[in-house]
């Protein structure tokens, strides 16, 4: 997927819009607001430097299974080899299966852990 930025406010009571899109027309799941894209927007509710994020995230859907704001909170934890990020989401939409979140949240991981590797090998 790649990710549009419509609008994004980073401070406590900011706000921010977005667009998911699949960059291939042959993925498993449609999107939440057309076949090939989610939209959603959401609000700071928390931000707290080096430690902790929480977010207001709702999906713009005629499906009222993806209707409702989800809590994602997500903690920075310094360990050893760096920092450990977890992510927890609460009041998923029950059109989300928890696998297909799973994978969703993994592969968010998986990307930010590629980016923060390569920016501390630059020189």
Request: one cysteine or more; aromatic letters at 8%; charged letters at 25%.
């Amino acid at each position: 997927m790649k990710c549009e930025i419509y609008s994004f406010d980073p401070r406590e009571g900011g706000s921010f819009r977005m667009r998911f899109s699949y960059t291939e027309t042959d993925h498993s799941l449609p999107g939440k607001t057309s076949e090939h894209s989610d939209v959603f927007r959401g609000r700071f509710l928390e931000l707290v430097p080096a430690e902790r994020i929480v977010e207001m995230v709702e999906f713009e859907s005629g499906n009222p299974s993806f209707a409702g704001p989800m809590t994602v909170i997500t903690t920075f934890t310094a360990v050893l080899e760096g920092t450990r990020v977890t992510i927890r989401c609460e009041n998923v939409p029950e059109g989300i299966s928890a696998a297909d979140h799973e994978a969703g949240i993994g592969s968010t991981l998986a990307n930010l852990a590629a980016f923060a590797e390569r920016r501390s090998h630059r020189p």
